[in-house]
């Protein structure tokens, strides 16, 4: 098959569903974003994980040497996106995170799963829980400051990553009512989730373009190498490198908004960078992945 037919097929369901939330927005429907990031985030998309990582078939090596090369990408990431800050004289508080983040769940889930099938779901998954048990960790830090340790437990993200770890580990199945519960719930958290981004956009107002522009680019540029290198240097197989490139190199988290605003940075300036890495990913992500593929 041609690959632009098969790279618009992967692609082509993730924009569309967030253009039905965002045109749902300009048509002027209601859409209450916070009961539904709160549905997803509380509810959803942890089930997804969980479950997701229960039931699981990887082979545990390739599966631990994922995880591995995941953390040593992010890890640094941060160190490259901590001195960019740092040589660029931007406030920390509210540019580190953004450039860290990535939205390895509204996008990477969905286009992890069109483009490599269950398999690079299952994969996916495991890097978005690594993500973000480090989004609502050292992310919260990063914006909330000292003292913000208890935001962490409250968070069910981290619980549902780690329990799923503890299962998968361990072997150990939830009852069959249980799982066919939580695995329906979970179904609901990719198009919900991409439904919400098309949402999200359209409510942003950008600032800074020209600062935003610059930031997504290099992001982009930083955050595709340093996974690739790390996809190398853990020897990973085509499926679990492809799927650690793509949601590494994914934009800015809307997420990253939503904690910014809510623990008092500058909400506008990550709104910014939110939109323009969005709009520039639909044109860099179909590339990448015709290189991944």
């Known amino acids: 098959m041609n690959l ?7 692609v082509a369901p993730v924009f569309l569903l967030a253009a039905v939330g965002f045109g749902w927005v ?9 009961f539904v990031t709160q549905l997803g985030t509380t509810l959803a998309v942890p089930c997804l994980i969980f479950t997701s990582l ?18 040593v990408a992010y890890l640094g990431i941060t160190i490259a ?24 769940g509204n996008l990477g889930l969905p286009l992890a799963l069109f483009a490599f099938g269950e398999e690079g779901l299952s994969y996916a998954v495991v890097v978005f829980a690594i993500m973000a048990i480090w989004t609502f960790t050292f992310g919260i830090w990063l914006i909330a400051g000292p003292g913000s340790f208890g935001k962490v437990l409250r968070e069910p993200l981290v619980w549902a990553a780690l329990l799923g770890g503890l299962f998968l580990w361990q072997d150990w199945q939830t009852p069959q009512f249980l799982t066919n519960t939580l695995v329906l719930i979970g179904q ?10 098309g949402v999200a956009v359209a409510r942003l107002t950008p600032r800074g373009i020209g600062r935003a522009v610059a930031l ?22 085509h499926i679990a490198s492809g799927v650690l490139v793509l949601q590494v190199a994914t934009p800015v988290a809307v997420t990253s908004y939503l904690l910014a605003a809510k ?17 520039i990913s639909v044109g860099a992500l179909p590339l990448l992945l015709a290189v991944l593929l």
């Not at 300009?26 to 916070?34: A, D, P, S």
Request: with cysteine; hydrophobic share 60%; proline share 4%.
């Open 4 to 10: 632009t037919l098969v790279v618009l097929e992967v």
């Open 26 to 34: 300009k048509l002027g429907y209601e859409y209450r974003i916070n």
């Open 54 to 71: 229960m039931q699981t078939q990887i082979d545990p090596a390739a599966l631990a040497a994922l995880s591995l090369a995941s953390i």
């Open 188 to 197: 609901m958290a990719i198009p919900l989730m991409l439904i919400t981004l």
């Open 216 to 237: 997504s680019v290099v992001k982009l540029v930083l955050c595709t190498g340093i996974a690739w290198v790390a996809a190398v240097a853990f020897n990973l197989d």
């Open 81 to 104: 996106a901590a001195a960019l800050v740092w040589a660029g004289g931007l406030p920390r508080r509210t540019y580190l995170a953004p450039l860290i983040f990535g939205n390895t």
């Open 263 to 279: 623990y008092g940075a500058d909400a506008e300036s990550v709104a910014g960078l939110v939109v323009v890495s969005t709009l």
